[in-house]
């Protein structure tokens, strides 16, 4: 039998979305079964009684995620062109390189199906 996994949240860091059976897509700062904090992010249910799989981080790959997203400079959605906040402040319009690469890999880049 396995053993029982426990964890501790030790910051709440945001909620990115709520879903209308009120589960809650989250960042937080949880350790899990005594181990170092982690960056977490995962869905947790209402009451925190049940929580999906999710994935966490050491505080460096958090860094890493994030300077590459600023450097990405993410859309709203998909297949838009136009820039974010920080790009526009900026003066740049790193979205436009982002839909160029994402079709250039298109053409000949590696491809993944999901299973």
């Excluded at 181990?35 to 977490?40: G, I």
């Excluded at 709203?76 to 994402?102: I, K, M, N, Y």
């Amino acid at each position: 039998m396995a053993d029982e996994i426990y964890y501790e949240v030790v910051e709440k860091l945001g909620v990115l979305s709520e879903s209308p059976t009120g589960w809650t897509k989250e960042l937080r700062v949880v350790k899990w079964n005594d181990r170092n904090p982690r960056y977490d992010l995962r869905e947790w249910s209402p009451g925190e009684k049940v929580v999906s799989r999710g994935i966490t981080m050491s505080p460096k790959e958090m860094r890493t995620l994030v300077d590459l997203l600023l450097e990405l400079g993410i859309p709203e959605t998909f297949g838009q062109g136009t820039p974010t906040g920080a790009e526009t402040e900026a003066g740049l319009d790193a979205s436009a390189e982002v839909v160029e690469s994402s079709e250039a890999k298109a053409e000949g880049g590696s491809k993944r199906k999901a299973s």
